[in-house]
């Protein structure tokens, strides 16, 4: 038995049939849904595939490709809409040349963006690693990103 | 804790932990919502640890962290009780000062909050404008308590409701509900006690309650507070209407993107249970139930009721017609009464007060008080909970001090995706159901957005549209293709390609995905168009007609350019362009080469001097 198929009996034994939370857990473990894991829990859990994919492409916390060592979740909530927050998504993307959604080649940075993150009063908001940053302007992230990479360098 | 078996028990262990909770003369509470918590406030409990044991004073001193205080513009905060001094902003370094002035009786004057309008330093928190106004009931305990801590909720009263509802009969609570007025908190505002009836008498051996946690509007965190922030309260309140509804099994739907309140809720189920509160036979009333956490995976419809459903049972969560309602057919295909966490909230300050005390709050159809997160281009950003009735303007400037830097407030936003935008000149208008529905916006969950003069009210139409058409669920074509259309016209004009008739065009089709569509998500998408055409159509002729986006907001629209009046040379916004599109020498005027410039707005957050204009 592979490391998948055996993670994947004990998503299954711990939450039963509720799909959601099973994907949750796989995630978590892999960060991200490897195919043979969909395909090993829609064999166990006797339902089709394409409901599985179906489920797993609908919400925004699941991914099919790995996600970088480093998430950059860029609120986009209303309050942070209005003070800004599309400016700083749109410098992160010039400086790391990659879109929402996406992922660096070196695999050291994922670029997210959320709809409220519900710290209205801090707005732009970004959080990096679960580290939340409040008050942001395009400079102030790009300086944080550029101390990443130099620490990752000497790393 | 040993399990409680009977009323008796419960007040016996209440006695108890009320000694043990005003043991201690002084209390010190850091607020620990996750405003506070990303501006360092753990740090300053970690201080007060390491200070509080230093100075010997574990004895006299009880140190709380809390869930969110609502001002969240002035976080970190900290709260002294009795005396309730409000210290705002403060850091780990201040927390030896406050110490050691607190032992002597004296207050930390830089660290209070200061009227804006007058200068006066405050020093309670009852005394703070932004308080003031505020009446509240759902959050009441959320500054007071631990949220961890099912003893802190017991010592302050909790639980109280519980007792007395289960020595009622379930068609007694009912009847309380209905007769407070209670209406749905999410936002649709469907009578809260005829819901619960209405699944009472369906008949079948299983029935579910279900509370709605998927705070899913951009620019909301009323939900996340009120879980994060005093989760037994829902508890409390989903055991009594189970009790009344004859449900056994409940289930709180928490969005993954609010960890702290997952955590907070997981928690609370867990010692409610091993209290006894939870589980077999509770408070030896005969009557069982028990509540399972589950964690979203991010999507805007599931905060829809059906969809919401499918969710929790694995499936793709589109939504679907109704009838029949949850309440008939739920959960599993059983009759399922789903509310909004603040709704369940409300029901054990009801069920304790009475109907007539809560009935006695609002206008005369909305009853109670309204939780609100005031953000967005306001001063006091934060977490409000005001009577029903009172007025935008009251809202907007008495509670949230209007627009910073001496702008002016243009709008609000009201309701989330679905509301609409009001004008200044309505805000004179009482906040309940009907008067914002009659203006074209909508209750909703609870999230205001105040706009002022930089603010496009094209761009706030886009970036709604935007928001809908990517949470759109597929299923139904006038929903799924129109937002996407909706979205291309808007794009067109703030970007000065659309004609006069794209606007009829917009309007038309906005129309059209109103009537056309399933579910609320549809019915209500079209709303801030609507309503922005309705009070703001000189803005989107001004894009067409003039290419001008009057605010400056609108990338396409815009130009930067540096005052040589005002540009010092200093030389900032050249080192600082991400496209080296500006040039000067140091010690002499810069200006912009406009094919270069891609309007990132950096030269104008780093000039010292005002010199960069947009135009």
């Avoid at chain 2, 009977?6 to 262990?13: C, G, K, Q, R, T």
């Avoid at chain 2, 200068?119 to 928190?125: E, L």
């Avoid at chain 2, 949230?400 to 004179?428: M, W, Y």
């Amino acid at each position: 038995m592979t490391d998948i198929s055996e993670f994947v009996d004990k998503c299954i034994e711990k939450h039963g049939k509720f799909l959601v939370p099973i994907l949750q857990d796989i995630q978590e473990r892999f960060n991200y849904l490897p195919e043979e894991a969909l395909r090993e829990v829609a064999n166990r859990l006797k339902i089709p595939l394409v409901d599985v994919y179906g489920v797993a492409t609908f919400y925004k916390s699941f991914s099919f490709v790995p996600k970088g060592r480093h998430v950059i979740t860029v609120c986009l909530g209303t309050a942070c809409h209005v003070r800004g927050g599309r400016r700083i998504v749109d410098a992160i993307s010039r400086e790391l040349k990659i879109n929402p959604g996406e992922t660096t080649p070196d695999l050291n940075f994922t670029l997210e963006t959320v709809y409220c993150l519900g710290c209205c009063a801090l707005g732009p908001v970004v959080v990096i690693d679960g580290k939340y940053w409040g008050h942001m302007t395009p400079n102030k992230v790009l300086s944080i990103i550029r101390r990443m990479r130099e620490e990752a360098k000497q790393a | 804790m040993r399990r409680i078996t009977s009323i008796a028990d419960l007040e016996a262990l209440r006695r108890k932990l009320q000694e043990k909770y005003r043991a201690k003369k002084l209390r010190i509470i850091v607020c620990g919502g996750t405003g506070c918590r990303s501006n360092r406030s753990m740090e300053v409990v970690e201080a007060f640890k390491k200070e509080i044991k230093s100075l010997g004073l574990e004895n006299k001193i009880d140190l709380k962290v809390s869930g969110c205080h609502g001002f969240c513009e002035r976080g970190p905060i900290v709260v002294i009780h009795p005396e309730q001094i409000f210290y705002q902003r403060v850091k780990p370094e201040d927390v030896p000062e406050i110490l050691e002035r607190l032992t002597r009786g004296e207050v930390v004057d830089r660290l209070l909050y200061e009227d804006p309008n007058t200068g006066r330093k405050i020093k309670h928190v009852y005394e703070i404008p932004f308080y003031a106004k505020q009446k509240r009931i759902v959050l009441s305990k959320n500054g007071l308590i631990d949220p961890t801590s099912i003893e802190d909720y017991i010592a302050t009263g909790g639980y109280k409701a519980l007792a007395k509802a289960l020595q009622m009969k379930p068609e007694e609570i009912i009847e309380e509900i209905k007769r407070s007025g209670l209406r749905g908190r999410g936002g649709a505002g469907f009578p809260t006690g005829k819901k619960w009836e209405i699944t009472r008498m369906q008949k079948s051996d299983v029935k579910y309650i279900v509370c709605n946690c998927d705070e899913g509007d951009p620019g909301a965190y009323m939900d996340r507070s009120v879980l994060e922030g005093n989760p037994h309260s829902v508890i409390e309140g989903m055991i009594i209407g189970a009790y009344a509804i004859g449900a056994n099994k409940g289930w709180i739907y928490v969005r993954y993107e609010y960890p702290l309140a997952v955590k907070h809720a997981t928690l609370a189920v867990h010692q409610a249970r091993e209290l006894g509160l939870l589980g077999e036979n509770i408070l030896g009333s005969g009557f069982s139930f028990d509540i399972e956490i589950v964690k979203g995976a991010g999507a805007f419809v599931c905060g829809e009721e059906t969809a919401l459903l499918q969710s929790i049972e694995g499936k793709r969560p589109s939504p679907r017609q109704r009838p029949p309602y949850p309440a008939e057919k739920g959960l599993f295909g059983k009759p399922t009464c789903i509310n909004n966490v603040k709704t369940w909230a409300n029901v054990p300050y009801i069920i304790e007060r009475g109907a007539d005390w809560f009935s006695s709050i609002g206008t005369k159809t909305s009853k109670g008080t309204k939780v609100f997160s005031l953000v967005g281009k306001v001063k006091n950003s934060g977490l409000v909970e005001v009577p029903m009735g009172i007025t935008i303007r009251e809202l907007v400037y008495d509670i949230g001090g209007g627009a910073p830097d001496g702008k002016k407030v243009k709008a609000v936003q009201i309701g989330g995706p679905s509301g609409g935008c009001i004008p200044e000149e309505l805000f004179d208008l009482p906040i309940d159901y009907e008067s914002l529905t009659e203006v074209g916006s909508m209750m909703g969950s609870g999230g205001v957005i105040v706009m002022d003069e930089n603010t496009c009210m094209v761009d706030t139409a886009k970036y709604f549209m935007k928001f809908l058409k990517d949470e759109s669920c597929g299923k139904c074509v006038s929903c799924r293709e129109g937002t996407q259309r909706m979205y291309e016209i808007l794009s067109d004009i703030t970007e000065g390609k659309a004609s006069e008739e794209d606007l009829q065009l917009l309007e038309e089709l906005a129309n059209v995905v109103k009537d056309a569509s399933l579910c609320g998500l549809g019915q209500t998408a079209p709303n801030p168009v609507l309503t922005t055409l309705r009070y703001f159509r000189e803005e989107y002729l001004a894009h067409i007609r003039e290419k001008r986006c009057p605010a400056g907001v609108c990338k396409a629209l815009i130009k930067y350019t540096i005052d040589p009046e005002k540009c010092t040379g200093c030389d900032a916004c050249r080192i600082n362009c991400p496209v080296g599109a500006i040039t000067g020498k140091p010690k002499e005027p810069h200006s912009i080469i406009q094919e270069k410039c891609i309007k990132c707005g950096i030269c104008r957050d780093v000039c010292k001097f005002g010199a960069v204009i947009v135009s």
